[in-house]
């Protein structure tokens, strides 16, 4: 079973917030600790977090215990998006990374990230709902999403300036302040 403790712990261990994992996992998986994906390229795609077999190998995981321990997948995905952050810096790009190595697909899969952060597909406008990809275009969201590491200072964080894929309806690109809170602080729905 998973739970609250599970997300907290592995965001603790590798200075992520919950709020994000427990976000990836509803994208990825919609929280279904058996969740099984075969992808197009043969590889799979395994439990909550959906931790794909390329990283079998590499970590010296075990498959099965990915699909039967939940907490063991939740701290697997998050050593992942560590590795993501190490590579990429604190912002989107390394949320994006998770999931897709092309820089488009990362975009997007950010997009589906801050949707589920934000807990809806739309962003209130003032009295009516717009998309959220429309919403962007006209403000500068502020999402915790990510907090240094404690080996790490604050001064690291850097803001990501991804360019977004081309399409009419869609940005040029999007800019997120990244700012650090405590666990427990400001923007955390435990």
């Not at 043969?42 to 039967?68: A, E, F, K, P, Y």
């Not at 820089?103 to 959220?132: C, F, M, Q, T």
């Not at 690291?156 to 405590?182: L, N």
Request: charged share 20%; net charge positive.
């Amino acid at each position: 079973m998973v739970t609250a403790f599970c997300f907290d712990q592995a965001a603790a261990q590798y200075g992520l917030s919950p709020r994000l994992l427990r976000s990836i996992a509803m994208v990825e998986s919609g929280c279904r600790p058996s969740a099984h994906h075969v992808n197009t390229n043969g590889s799979t795609d395994l439990g909550l977090m959906q931790v794909n077999s390329s990283w079998i190998g590499r970590l010296g995981l075990d498959s099965g215990r990915l699909l039967r321990d939940p907490c063991y997948n939740v701290m697997t995905g998050a050593q992942i998006l560590r590795q993501c952050v190490d590579r990429h810096g604190y912002g989107w790009e390394a949320v994006g990374c998770y999931n897709a190595l092309s820089h488009g697909k990362r975009v997007d899969y950010a997009w589906k990230i801050l949707r589920a952060i934000k807990g809806a597909s739309s962003v209130p406008n003032g009295d009516r709902e717009v998309s959220s990809k429309a919403a962007m275009k006209t403000m500068e969201p502020s999402v915790t999403i990510l907090k240094p590491a404690p080996s790490s200072s604050g001064s690291e964080i850097e803001k990501q300036h991804p360019k977004v894929a081309t399409g009419r309806d869609r940005p040029r690109s999007f800019y997120f302040r990244v700012r650090t809170v405590s666990m427990a602080g400001e923007g955390e729905n435990p």
